[in-house]
């Protein structure tokens, strides 16, 4: 079985600041996916940034970036320059390296985020 | 706008009562996921559809159930609700393999 967990329930950061936001996995599996989603207030979900577990190089998409580190079983999630925008709940998550139909995901606790100006 | 589409966005119902909620997919995702959100469980999966056949089933109770259609939508059916039923829904897609999951905006419901 595969778990999530975020030891983080609650972040603060100041505004333009840097903030890493935890994730460590447990699998068995060799091969699988790591994901990251920001849920704001309003409730939707959205995608952020994505990892594969045989992806040499860490993830980046603008902001954000992905600190992967297999040995450890981590996988946390770098926002450069935080906005306050950024204010919003992460989760971190993860699935089985799927052949054709897709896996789905294993989502960990999550960690609420506050950007102070 | 994650190109996911879920209807209603609210719905409040009775205990005893059945509704049903429905997504439509990404243009081109062959695979729909069903979620429960709630403050006591967190995200739990439901139910996955690929390509009109169930492939995956998660944490659904026997009162629920779902189906995909063959232009892919989706609809998942919740009978005799209970008021620990409240809870957001998300519905998702995905391309396929090792890709990620594009939520909707869920659907809100509230037992009473």
């Known amino acids: 079985a595969q778990k999530i967990t975020q030891t983080q329930p609650g972040m603060f950061v100041q505004e333009k600041e840097a903030v890493t936001l935890d994730c460590t996995y447990d699998t068995s599996d060799q091969s699988y996916g790591l994901f990251w989603y920001k849920q704001p207030s309003s409730g939707e979900m959205i995608f952020l940034i994505y990892?594969?577990?045989?992806?040499?190089q860490n993830a980046t998409e603008g902001r954000y970036s992905l600190n992967f580190q297999k040995a450890r079983k981590s996988a946390n999630l770098v926002i450069s320059a935080s906005q306050l925008g950024d204010s919003a709940m992460y989760f971190c998550?993860?699935?089985?390296?799927?052949?054709?139909?897709?896996?789905?995901?294993?989502f960990g606790e999550g960690t609420q985020l506050t950007v102070n100006p | 706008d994650s190109g996911v589409t879920q209807t209603p966005k609210h719905l409040i119902t009775a205990t005893g009562q059945r509704v049903t909620l429905r997504c439509s997919p990404r243009?081109?995702?062959?695979?729909v996921y069903w979620y429960q959100q709630s403050l006591d469980q967190g995200l739990q999966f439901l139910i996955q559809?690929?390509?009109?056949?169930?492939?995956a089933k998660g944490n659904i109770l026997e009162r629920f159930s779902a189906q995909q259609f063959p232009d892919l939508h989706s609809e998942l059916n919740l009978s005799s609700l209970e008021l620990g039923d409240s809870a957001l829904y998300f519905c998702?897609?995905?391309?396929?393999?090792?890709?990620?999951?594009?939520f909707g905006n869920g659907t809100r419901l509230t037992v009473t």
């Open positions: 990892q594969g577990s045989y992806d040499e």
């Open positions: 243009s081109g995702d062959l695979s």
């Open positions: 998702a897609s995905s391309v396929g393999a090792n890709s990620p999951l594009h």
């Open positions: 559809y690929y390509n009109g056949e169930e492939r």
């Open positions: 998550a993860m699935s089985r390296w799927e052949e054709t139909s897709g896996s789905r995901l294993t």
